[in-house]
C-alpha cells in the first residue's frame, strides 16, 4: 500500500481518513503496548473545532491522509496520547512514520512562513502545489529541506562513533553535519569528518538516504574508509570519540534510524 503525494484529496469521504495532528508539535497518537496507531476522522471529531491550520498529504490507496496544527488548550482525547516525534521512530509502522514526519515538516514550514520574508505581506495557498504566494509581491515559497550528511568511517575491524553535546541520554554515533552552500555531499563529508575529529577520509560512498523531520532535515548516508590523522575532537560539538570493534560498541543509537543502519551494516560487515 504505498504512500501517494498527491495535492488533491479523493472527493470521498469514509470517515476512515488518517489525521496526523499535532498539539505543541506532539502527535495524537493511540498507543497499545510497543505499538502506535494514527486515529481516524471518526475518532477525532471532537477536535475538528480546534483546528488551526490542516493541510492535506496525500493518500495510501484510497484513504486520505490529513495535518492538522490545533490550538495548544485543546483536550486530550481518550484512550490516546500526544507523543513526541522521535521516540515514534520505533512504535509507529515505517510508512506511517514517514507520513507523520513529511505532517511535521508541511506544519512548521506553514506555520512559519504565515508573512512573505521579501514584502512583510501575508502569504496565502498557493493552488494546485504545495507552496504558498505573497499576492503583494508574487514571491512563491515551498518547504524548504535542509540536507545533511551522516557517515560511517571503517579503519580495518573498527569504526568511528563519537559522543555529541546534543543529546540528552548518552550515546555514540556516526558523525554528521549540515551540506553549505556550494557544496558536493563528498565535500560536506570531508570537512565535517576533519571539522569534528580532525581526521582525512577516502573511497567516500553512497549509502542510502532518510527524511529527519526535525524540523526538516534529509539525511544522506555515506560509508568512507579512514585516511590518516589522529582523532582530535572539536569540543564545541562532540564529548568523547574513538575507533571501536564490532565486539566492543558503545551505547548505540535506537533502530529505525540510519545512523544504526549504518552501524548495522559495520557490524555485518566486520562478521
Ligand atoms: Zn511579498
Not at 492535506?56 to 485543546?74: E, K, R
Not at 580532525?198 to 573511497?203: K, L, S, T
Not at 567516500?204 to 532535515?217: A, C, D, L, M
Amino acid at each position: 500500500m504505498p504512500f501517494k503525494v498527491l495535492f488533491k484529496p479523493s472527493p470521498e469521504h469514509t470517515g476512515k481518513d488518517l489525521w496526523f495532528i499535532f498539539r505543541d508539535g506532539k502527535l495524537l497518537v493511540r498507543t497499545t503496548g510497543t505499538v502506535a496507531d494514527i486515529p481516524i476522522s471518526d475518532d477525532i471529531e471532537m477536535l475538528k473545532s480546534r483546528i488551526v491550520i490542516s493541510k492535506y498529504l496525500g493518500s495510501f490507496d484510497d484513504i486520505s491522509c490529513y495535518a492538522a496544527d490545533i490550538d495548544d488548550q485543546a483536550p486530550d482525547v481518550d484512550g490516546m496520547t500526544f507523543t513526541e516525534l522521535r521516540p515514534l521512530l520505533s512504535l509507529l509502522d515505517e510508512d506511517l512514520f514517514a507520513v507523520a514526519g513529511r505532517a511535521s515538516h508541511i506544519l512548521h514550514w506553514d506555520r512559519t512562513h504565515q508573512f512573505c520574508g521579501r514584502c512583510g505581506n501575508r502569504t496565502e495557498p498557493e493552488t494546485g502545489e504545495l507552496a504558498r504566494n505573497c499576492p503583494q509581491c508574487r514571491l512563491l515559497i515551498y518547504p524548504g529541506i535542509s540536507p545533511a550528511i551522516i557517515v560511517a568511517i571503517i579503519r580495518g575491524k573498527e569504526i568511528l562513533l563519537a559522543q555529541s553535546h546534543r543529546y540528552k541520554t548518552p550515546f555514540y554515533s556516526v558523525l554528521a553535519g549540515f551540506v553549505e552552500p556550494g557544496e558536493t555531499f563528498e565535500e560536506t563529508v570531508s570537512r565535517e569528518v576533519r571539522e569534528e575529529a580532525g581526521i582525512e577520509v577516502r573511497n567516500i560512498k553512497y549509502f542510502g538516504s532518510q527524511p529527519w523531520p526535525f524540523p526538516n532535515t534529509l539525511m544522506v548516508g555515506f560509508t568512507a574508509e579512514y585516511e590518516s590523522g589522529e582523532i582530535v575532537i572539536d569540543e564545541s560539538e562532540i564529548v568523547d570519540a574513538g575507533w571501536f570493534s564490532a565486539d566492543n560498541l558503545p551505547n548505540i543509537p535506537r533502530p529505525g534510524s540510519i545512523s544504526r543502519r549504518l552501524i548495522d551494516y559495520f557490524i555485518s560487515k566486520s562478521k
